[in-house]
């Protein structure tokens, strides 16, 4: 079975830079899976409103276990999560499941609620500034972790569904995607 790619997309649901990403991933010739959370296509352009609806109609744990269903059914295929933001807090949870091979996750501030998950997979985090936390220090907690590497990035929580996605934020993220997709 060829390796799985899972990507977990967050609040704002599956966006245009989602699929952008998943097309790019497909010609790099990936297998690519992008369920939505929401049971149907939902990608919302305001983030308030997109924050109400996940955490009214989806929540965290009600996503772990959607996301699960699909680490199930792809059992065996050398399942790497790609996360941005809660997704990135759904992969995180996951990667202590022996079925997930790896982890990448891109702003996924609810990580810090989480921080008792002792990964099996290799796991790699990338954290922008925030507002409501010190981002810094929970990634220096982090790569206490065995299997973490976790760091800070520029770019605004969010950017990879508010920016082009030719922009050179999402650009360089691409590159860091594909250089340790091609690690995997």
């Known amino acids: ?7 977990v997309h967050e609040v704002r649901g599956i966006t245009e ?4 990403l998943a097309s790019l991933l497909e010609s790099e010739g990936y297998c690519v899976i992008l369920p939505s959370l929401y049971g ?11 924050y109400d609806r996940f955490f009214r109609d ?10 699960g269903e699909i680490i199930t059914a792809n059992d065996g295929a050398g399942i790497t999560l790609l996360g941005f933001s809660v997704g990135a807090t759904i992969a995180w949870l996951h990667s202590r499941n022996g079925k997930v091979r ?14 008792e ?12 500034i925030e507002r409501g936390f010190n981002a810094e220090e929970l990634v220096g ?44």
Do not use: C, W
């Not at 998950?117 to 922008?128: I, N, R, T, Y």
């Open 117 to 128: 998950v002792e990964p099996l997979a290799d796991v790699d985090l990338f954290f922008s």
């Open 58 to 67: 989806v929540g965290i744990e009600k996503a772990t276990e959607m996301i």
């Open 141 to 184: 907690r982090l790569n206490g972790k065995q299997n973490v590497a976790a760091r800070l990035i520029s770019g605004d929580h969010g950017f990879y569904s508010k920016l082009d996605f030719d922009s050179p934020e999402i650009r360089e993220t691409n590159r860091m995607i594909l250089a340790l997709l091609k690690g995997v």
């Open 17 to 20: 830079n989602l699929r952008l």
């Open 1 to 7: 079975m060829n390796p799985v790619f899972i990507i």
């Open 40 to 50: 149907e296509n939902y990608a919302g352009s305001d983030g308030q409103e997109s």
């Open 102 to 115: 790896s982890v990448v996750g891109f702003y996924g501030s609810r990580i810090r609620h989480f921080q």
